[in-house]
C-alpha cells in the first residue's frame, strides 16, 4: 500500500500500472477471505436453524439494511468523493459525517425495531433479535470505510471486515454463540460493531494528528446532493431487501428463508462487485478521466475477472445447495440463480451510477433505480402466489435489467453529445 505524501495526499495513480492490479489483488484477497467466512456462517447458520427461525433472522437482517442506508444520510458517497478531490480536509469531513450521522443512527435504529414489530408477529426470541441488531446497527452507520477508499486505503476497510467475519464464523463453529435467534442477533450486531472501530482505528492511526471537526461549511455543501443520493441508496436495494420483506409478508417465514439465504449470497456478490466500484470512484473525478483510454482498460481488466469468478460463485453455491443444506433449498434453487443474476446486474449498475455521478447526472441515477424497483414491485406482486419464491427472484432480475438499460441510454447519449 502506499504512504501519504508530505502533504497528506496519496501519490498519484497510474491507472492501468501493475501496482493499480496488485492493489486490487490485495483488496480482492482481503474480500475473499472474508466473504468466504461469511459463507462458511451462512451455511453454518441455514443449515442448523430452522426455517422459520432463518426466515426470521432475514427479515431482520433485511429491515436493519435499510436502517443503516438511512442513517448514512446519503454522504457515503460525497464524502469519498469530497475527500478524494481534498484530502487535506480529513478533519472537517470526518467529523462532519459523523456528527450528522450519529443522532440519526441511534433515532432510526430504534426506529427499525418498532417498524419490525408493526410489520411482522414476533416471538420473544425475534424482539430479542432486532433489540441487538438494532444496536448493532449504530456502530455500522458509523463506519468510516468511505474515508479509508478516499485516501485509496481500501485494504484496511477490507481488511477489519475480513477479521471480524472471520471471527464470527469461529465463534459459531465452535458453538459459542448458540444457534437460536436472539444469540445469533447478538452475534451480528458485535461483528459489525468489532468491523467498524477496526476501520476507525486504521483511519486514526494513518491520519496521524487530524482531529474530526464539526464544519457548517461541509454541511452546506453537502446539503443539496445528499437527498437524491440517500433516496437512490434506499430504492436501489429494493430488490434485494425488500424481496425478503415481501416474501415473509406475501408468503411467510419458511418461504422467506430460501429467499433470505439468496439474498445474503446476493450481497456478497454486490461487497465483491462494489471493490472495483470503490477502486473506480475516487478516479472517475469527471467525465475526461472517465474518457482515458487506460482506466477503460483496467475496467476492462477488472470486468473479466469479476465475471469470471461471478461464475464460480455460482457453480460453488450450486453444488453446496444441492448436497449440504435441507431439501427446502434446494427446491428453492431457482430462486437462488436468478437472485445471483440480479447482483451481478446491480453491480454493472453501480459502475454506471459512478460514471453518471462523475458527470453530475444524479437526478438521473435516481430516476433509473425508481423504474426498476417499480418494475420489481409490481412484478413481484403478480408473480408471487402463482410462482413463490422464484417469481420475486425473477421480478428482482427484471427490475435491475431494466434499471441498467436506462443508466446506460443516457450515459451513451451523454458521451455522444
Not at 505524501?5 to 491507472?15: E, L, N, T, V, Y
Amino acid at each position: 500500500m502506499d504512504d501519504l505524501g508530505p502533504s497528506g495526499q496519496p501519490p498519484a495513480k497510474s491507472f492501468g500500472s501493475l501496482r493499480m492490479l496488485g492493489r486490487y489483488g490485495v483488496a480482492l484477497g482481503l474480500l475473499g477471505l472474508g466473504q468466504g467466512s461469511a459463507l462458511w456462517s451462512l451455511l453454518l447458520i441455514s443449515g442448523n436453524l430452522s426455517p422459520d427461525g432463518f426466515g426470521q433472522l432475514s427479515s431482520g437482517l433485511a429491515i436493519q439494511n435499510y436502517i443503516v442506508i438511512l442513517g448514512t444520510l446519503g454522504l457515503r458517497t460525497l464524502a469519498t468523493r469530497d475527500l478524494a478531490r481534498a484530502p487535506g480536509r480529513l478533519g472537517r469531513i470526518w467529523g462532519t459525517l459523523w456528527g450528522l450521522t450519529t443522532p440519526a443512527g441511534i433515532a432510526l435504529a430504534i426506529g427499525g425495531h418498532l417498524v419490525g414489530g408493526a410489520l411482522f408477529a414476533r416471538s420473544a426470541d425475534e424482539i430479542w433479535m432486532s433489540l441487538w441488531l438494532s444496536c448493532g446497527t449504530c456502530f455500522s452507520i458509523l463506519s468510516v470505510v468511505p474515508l479509508l477508499d478516499a485516501l485509496g486505503r481500501q485494504s484496511l476497510a477490507l481488511g477489519g471486515v475480513a477479521l471480524a467475519e472471520t471471527l464470527f464464523a469461529i465463534a459459531l463453529l465452535t458453538g459459542w454463540i448458540p444457534m437460536d435467534v436472539a444469540s445469533l442477533g447478538a452475534g451480528f450486531a458485535i461483528k459489525w460493531t468489532v468491523a467498524s472501530l477496526l476501520q476507525a482505528i486504521s483511519l486514526r492511526v494513518i491520519s496521524g494528528p487530524v482531529r474530526p471537526t464539526f464544519s457548517r461549511r461541509q454541511l452546506n455543501q453537502w446539503k443539496g446532493s445528499a437527498a437524491p443520493l440517500l433516496l437512490t441508496a434506499l430504492i436501489m436495494n429494493v430488490p434485494f431487501s425488500g424481496a425478503v420483506v415481501l416474501t415473509r409478508h406475501l408468503l411467510g417465514a419458511a418461504d422467506s428463508a430460501v429467499m433470505g439465504f439468496a439474498a445474503q449470497l446476493a450481497a456478497a456478490i454486490l461487497l465483491l462487485g462494489g471493490v472495483a466500484v470503490r477502486f473506480l470512484q475516487p478516479i472517475w473525478r469527471d467525465a475526461a478521466a472517465i474518457r482515458e483510454t487506460r482506466s477503460r482498460k483496467l475496467l476492462t481488466q477488472v470486468g473479466l475477472y469479476a465475471f469470471l469468478l461471478w461464475m464460480a460463485i455460482v457453480l460453488i453455491v450450486t453444488v453446496i445447495v444441492s448436497f449440504w443444506l435441507p431439501d427446502e433449498y434446494l427446491r428453492g434453487m431457482a430462486s437462488i440463480q436468478l437472485m445471483l443474476l440480479a447482483a451481478a446486474i446491480s453491480v454493472l449498475a453501480r459502475v454506471l451510477w459512478v460514471a453518471l455521478e462523475a458527470t453530475h447526472q444524479e437526478r438521473r441515477v435516481l430516476i433509473a433505480y425508481s423504474t426498476g424497483s417499480a418494475a420489481f414491485i409490481v412484478t413481484s406482486i403478480g408473480c408471487a402466489h402463482p410462482l413463490g419464491s422464484t417469481g420475486v427472484a425473477l421480478a428482482a432480475v427484471f427490475g435491475m435489467a431494466a434499471t441498467v438499460l436506462m443508466m446506460w441510454g443516457h450515459l451513451s447519449s451523454l458521451f455522444k453529445r
